[in-house]
């Protein structure tokens, strides 16, 4: 009950601003009554979206497994680089500020060498997602690996515990909180990033993936489907957000306040 | 990229419910008592390059001058909303396409085409020399993969015109690398621009043009929004005049326009600015024993585009009268 309690107080604020939020942005559409290409009124866009709700079904699926699979990619790498910077001073003075440099590469400015280095097709989303959201898991690991109480790693080196056992006893399970903090960031720019990458490498066809749908849309001048398609991959990001999230509370609820 | 989606229609927003005109009153006095130029802007959809080398020649020569015009031509690239601009009144004029056009309509947005700068269209589908696809026909009943933006009106002509077609289409966003090194079968491509490059760097291609298979939209034509078209008739008949006579002086001799041009697009050099006003010339010149003067759009090119366009689902509806889209300025 405490359980159901919770989520609602956590959920009704978000969904009451949502409709307060639509509805004023139906009474600017009365009010100014803007052209559809400029602003699509909020019925438009649902109504584009009924229309076209199977490719979009299609496209949200397809754009979420390659944001997906980048994520899996980025948490698994994110975590091990992080790991291994943790363990080596010298390779976190020289690579973690490297790190922080290639990460404020534009990604629209290195996507079509993607495409050039994966080939067309879902492997540039995936990469592009997975270049976009390890950089998240990276530096919380890094982070939470290198608070580790003091106190307790002099206390396995007494136990003599050796180096990956005291990686895997200790360090990664302190680690976790803030792990799970970066993989909730790294969650949502891995829509971001696949998205980006469609828009440079994916097949438009009969099923087309997110970023194809927005590209023709917009070129089709259809604001609404524009919309309704942004709307969606919102939803992808959300979820995969949300699924992080849960993870991340099964994991700690029993013995980490922030899963309380 | 999603965001910016967002940021685009946010900012033509604000656009929309601002005040649009900022034109000067024709024929309001300069600080001599003398009538002041009209300013105007036109937006370009793309970087300046021959394809817009009349209105660069008007400029160049005076000619927007003489006409009591003072004309600020804004560069354009990749995903310039230009015809939005111009509906929305954010600019005066724009260079956009027939099917922008009659498609933007639909939506709210009053376009009319003043000018056509190519009365044939310069679009179509780059090959190389040796592919075994000879034909649009061909190339789209294949399995190959072709660069080609996903959502224009040709590609759902393609797609009606052959049926059945299995061809993989994939974005442009790579530029030619894709072309170059094969992993592409094919290429949108602009006749006067991709083929150039090519050309350039010695690799024989073929263009397969979509005119020729049967869809030709005016691709290139300067537009206003229709409630600048009554306010300001007289401005956009001079805008047209001076673009007739920009156009000729092109035509007859590029070379004197394009180291200009070039300038203002260093990353195209004159060599290729030759060789793609070589190209176009055709396509931009009324055919030989043709009445109609450069940028001249006859009715039945509307009336047969709107036609297609209604059967390839890009608007519900041909516009109840066709004379509304589009204006040629007497002559």
């Known amino acids: 009950m405490s359980t159901v309690r919770s989520f609602l107080r956590g959920a009704v604020p978000p969904a009451v601003m949502v409709v307060l939020l639509v509805a004023a942005w139906q009474v600017c559409i009365w009010a100014f009554r803007p052209s559809a290409y400029l602003v699509p009124a909020p019925m438009d866009v649902v109504r584009a979206a009924g229309e076209m709700r199977a490719p979009l079904a299609g496209a949200a699926w397809m754009t979420g497994t390659s944001a997906a699979i980048g994520f899996a990619i980025a948490a698994g790498a994110g975590v091990l680089a992080g790991s291994v910077l943790a363990a080596v001073p010298f390779l976190m003075r020289g690579l973690y500020p490297i790190a922080t440099l290639l990460q404020m590469v534009p990604l629209v400015a290195i996507a079509p060498l993607l495409v050039i280095w994966c080939g067309y097709g879902p492997r540039t989303a995936v990469a592009s997602a997975a270049i976009v959201s390890v950089f998240p898991v990276l530096a919380a690991t890094l982070d939470g690996m290198r608070g580790t109480d003091r106190g307790l790693v002099e206390l396995f080196g007494t136990l003599r515990a050796g180096r990956v056992q005291r990686w895997w006893k200790l360090e990664l399970p302190w680690a976790i909180p803030s792990i799970v903090t970066g993989l909730r960031v790294a969650a949502g720019l891995s829509v971001i990033g696949a998205i980006v990458g469609e828009f440079v490498g994916a097949f438009a066809g009969d099923e087309s993936p997110v970023g194809i749908l927005i590209l023709s849309a917009m070129r089709e001048n259809r604001t609404d489907l524009v919309f309704a398609a942004v709307a969606v991959a919102a939803i992808v990001g959300f979820v995969l957000f949300g699924l992080v999230s849960l993870g991340g509370w099964l994991l700690l609820r029993r013995w980490h306040a922030s899963a309380a | ?331």
């Open chain 2, 1 to 331: 990229m999603v965001s910016r989606a967002l940021a685009a229609c946010a900012c033509a927003w604000f656009a929309a419910c601002s005040d649009s005109s900022s034109a000067a009153k024709p024929g309001a006095a300069g600080p001599a008592g003398a009538p002041a130029a009209t300013k105007v802007r036109i937006q370009l959809n793309w970087v300046p390059e021959p394809e817009f080398g009349g209105i660069y020649a008007a400029a160049q020569d005076g000619i927007f001058a003489k006409e009591g015009l003072d004309v600020e031509i804004i560069k354009g690239s990749a995903g310039t909303p230009a015809a939005q601009m111009a509906a929305s009144g954010q600019v005066e004029f724009a260079v956009t396409s027939g099917d922008q056009i009659l498609s933007l309509r639909e939506q709210g947005g009053n376009l009319v085409g003043l000018f056509a700068i190519f009365h044939t269209s310069p679009m179509g589908v780059m090959v190389p020399d040796a592919s075994p696809y000879r034909s649009l026909e061909a190339l789209w009943h294949s399995d190959a993969t072709v660069a080609m933006e996903a959502g224009l009106p040709f590609v759902r002509y393609l797609n009606l015109r052959y049926p059945g077609g299995k061809v993989k289409l994939v974005p442009t966003g790579t530029g030619l690398a894709a072309f170059e090194r094969g992993a592409v079968a094919g290429q949108q491509a602009f006749i006067s621009s991709e083929p150039v490059q090519m050309e350039l760097k010695k690799v024989p291609v073929r263009f397969l043009s979509l005119a020729e298979g049967g869809y030709d939209p005016y691709t290139v034509t300067v537009a206003t929004s229709a409630s600048y078209l009554e306010r300001e008739r007289a401005t956009c008949a001079a805008f047209v005049r001076a673009l007739r006579e920009g156009w000729t002086r092109y035509l007859a001799d590029p070379a004197k326009y394009n180291a200009e041009i070039s300038r203002l697009n260093p990353a195209m050099g004159i060599e290729a600015m030759a060789i793609a006003a070589e190209k176009q010339h055709d396509l931009v010149a009324p055919p030989k024993g043709s009445a109609d003067e450069v940028g001249w759009m006859p009715r039945e090119r509307w009336e047969r585009l709107a036609a297609q366009l209604k059967e390839l689902g890009m608007i519900k509806e041909p516009p109840a009268s066709i004379d509304a889209v589009f204006w040629n300025a007497p002559k």
